[in-house]
Every structure is written in C-alpha cells, then in structure tokens.
C-alpha cells in the first residue's frame, strides 16, 4: 500500500527523493537542494511545492446495497507542515470530512473545514475517529472495488488514492483470523 | 450365584451411581462472573424485519446482542454490525445460539423491509426493529440510549447524534455488560462462550443422543 502511495505521490508531480548519494539524480536540476540532507531520510524538494504527502491504508467501509452512505479511511504523513484542503470523490454525491466527537451524550460528527498535517506526524482517518463521509452513493459498491479519492492539499496539491472497499480495518481483520 | 450377587450389588450400584453424579457434575452451569447489569434492560416488542412483531422474551435460553443505531450512518453503525458478526461467527457454534438485535431510531427512513435487506447483507439471521417514535423511546429509554437528530445534515442525509454501546443479554433476556468502541469482538466471544457455561450443558458423549452439538472448549 506504501509502494502504491508513493507511486502515485510521483504521479501527482510531486517529486521525492530519498537523500542519500543518489537522490539528487531524482530531482529537477533547478530544485536541487544547496543544503545537504542527512542520509537516510525521506525528504521531498519541489519546484513550486515543496512538500509531498505519504498516503497508506486507504479503505472505504462496505455497507449493505441498501444503504447510501459510507466512509474512507486512511492515514497521512506530511513531510512538511501541510493542510489537507477537501476529498472528493465520485462513487458519491458529496464528500465530507467528519470528527467524531465522543461526549457523555453519544456520538457525534463534525463537519471538518480542513485537517492540519503536521511534518512527519501521520494523521489517521479511521473508524470512530476522522473519516470522510461518502453520502448519496451512485451505485452499491461492492467488496473488492477500487473507489478513487482526490485529495486537495495547501501545499502538495492535488493527489488521488486508490481505497479498497472492504468490511473491516485491516487489523480487526488479523484479530479475527487469530481464531479460525 | 445368590452370594455373588450379594457381595457385588453395593460396589455395582455405587459405581453407576458416582458416574451418574459425575455427568451431572460436567453439564453444570458455571458462573461467568459477568454482573447482572440491573439498572437497565427489560422486555420489548416491535415489529421486526422478520415481517412480525418481535419480543425480546422470545429469545429466552439465548444470548442476544443488542444494539441501537439507522441504516444510514456511514461510521459507526456498520462498524458495530461488522464487529457483532465478527464476534458470534468465531464461536464454537459460529452463532447458531447468539440473537442479534438492531433496533432502529430513524423508522422514517428504516421500515422493517430496509431493515431486512439491510441487515442480511451482515447475516440474514440478524433482526431489526423498529416502531412508532413511542415505541422507540419507551424501548431506548430502558436501555439508557441516547439519540437526537443533528442540526444540520451531512449534504442531504439526516445523522444523529447516538451512543453506540453494544448489550450483552444472558438466556434470562438481563444486561449482562456494554461493550464500547474499544472493545474488540473477540471479547465479545469469550463473554459469550462464558454466558453458554452458565447454563445445565449435555456431556459430550451423551449428545449422541439428544443431537446438541456440545462446547468442547473455547478455541484461542
């Protein structure tokens, strides 16, 4: 799932580099860094951007073909101090970005004008925390399809991630296998 | 042939007695100690995705799951489905003696045939309730749910604001314990399997003849 982000991160025109002795062959000639970097961390230069975003575990929740809504999930790491702007997709009708909220009362969401992607710290949409709402899908998707979201980030831009549609958090799945 | 019979009948008599008392012994229900959650729970009925109203005494001698929730929560609601499936079919009996119930606050939108095409893509042996907004609040009352539509929809879907416990009930139809978000299915499992102790069980060789597939003990 990395290798994929990371492709389509080059998709996207956003160039990345692993530092190192051969990471400067990786970048445009005119972005090439003055300042070396320590070995062995990923970095991103752009030209205009300069920043790239890491995306993994990207998945939509099956739902029964009755039901019209569902939520994406995935992780992100900013390499620098980037905003996540909207996600659009369009399996859907409109896409938001949702906080849940827990309070003595139940569970709530909020809406999110946009998400704050500190450097190098992964922020998680996943259930019972952020997810992105899907609401009024077209059609009834079913286990195994690929859904495409768009991301729109301040800095990186624009970047497309391919999530799976499947029932659980890949872990819930692992906890469960355990007993069979 | 008298003195052997004599000398014989206590030691005979006695051994079959003990084993008797021994299969007894084995098929006795054991304390789960999972506390009787008292200060919630009772009986209810609704009409139910089975076409039929349904009540909650009707499942007496099984454990039931129940949960609160609508079809068209994106998050929450599917997760607490998913989690109950994953949780009965890793039981020993894959489920067969564990009801699960959904009872739905949202009959607007949730009528007992979106509720059954709903809930058989998780399992078709899954019910859904619902009722009138009374009925809704007399049952979500017992069992301290609260619900409350949001403000403003999420585009042109209404969502509510809703806990989302999972409620563990004995074979008695009593709240035997709440399960959170937090609490991953396999927990779930094992508090089954240990409610399923607490009843009179057949020793294994002798469900030869009463066709009850026994608990041979809990897989890890």
């Known amino acids: ?180 | 042939m008298l003195d052997f019979a004599k000398k014989w009948f206590w030691p005979v008599t006695l051994t079959i007695l003990f084993l008797i008392a021994g299969l007894f012994v084995a098929g006795m229900p054991r304390n789960s100690g999972l506390p009787i959650l008292s200060k919630m729970g009772g009986d209810f009925t609704l009409p139910s995705s089975t076409g039929k109203n349904v009540s909650l005494s009707q499942f007496r001698g099984k454990p039931v799951l129940l949960t609160f929730g609508f079809t068209s929560c994106p998050d929450v609601c599917p997760g607490v489905l998913a989690r109950m499936r994953s949780a009965i079919e890793t039981l020993p009996d894959h489920g067969k003696e564990t009801q699960v119930l959904f009872v739905s606050f949202d009959p607007q939108r949730d009528t007992v045939t979106v509720l059954r095409d709903y809930l058989a893509w998780f399992d078709p042996a899954f019910i859904g309730l619902t009722g009138s907004e009374k009925q809704i609040a007399d049952v979500t009352h017992l069992y301290k749910v609260v619900y409350m539509p949001d403000a403003s929809p999420a585009g042109d879907s209404l969502m509510y604001t809703h806990s989302d416990y999972i409620y563990l009930l004995d074979q008695q139809g009593r709240v035997r314990r709440l399960y959170g978000n937090d609490d991953l299915p396999s927990q779930i499992t094992q508090d089954i399997y240990l409610l399923l102790q607490e009843q009179w069980r057949t020793p294994g060789f002798l469900s030869v003849f009463t066709g009850h597939k026994p608990f041979s003990g809990h897989k890890q």
């Open chain 1, 1 to 180: 799932m990395k290798k994929i982000a990371l492709i389509l991160t080059l998709l996207a025109g956003q160039p990345i580099a692993i530092a190192g002795e051969h990471s400067v062959h990786t970048m445009p000639i005119n972005t090439m860094p003055t300042n070396s970097t320590p070995a062995g961390h990923l970095v991103a230069k752009g030209s205009s951007a300069s920043s790239a975003v890491m995306i993994s575990d990207a998945w939509v929740r099956a739902v029964p073909p009755v039901s019209r809504n569902t939520a994406a999930y995935f992780s992100l790491t900013a390499l620098e101090n980037d905003t996540l702007l909207s996600v659009s997709a369009d399996v859907a009708d409109s896409v938001e970005m949702h906080e849940m909220q827990r309070s003595a009362s139940g569970v709530s969401m909020q809406a999110l004008e946009r998400v704050n992607l500190p450097a190098m710290q992964p922020v998680h949409f996943a259930p019972g925390g952020n997810h992105v709402m899907l609401i009024g899908l077209k059609k009834p998707l079913a286990k195994g399809d690929s859904v495409v979201l768009t991301l729109k980030l301040q800095k990186a831009g624009i970047m497309p991630v391919i999530a799976k549609v499947q029932e659980a958090p890949a872990a819930e799945k692992a906890e469960a296998h355990k007993h069979h």
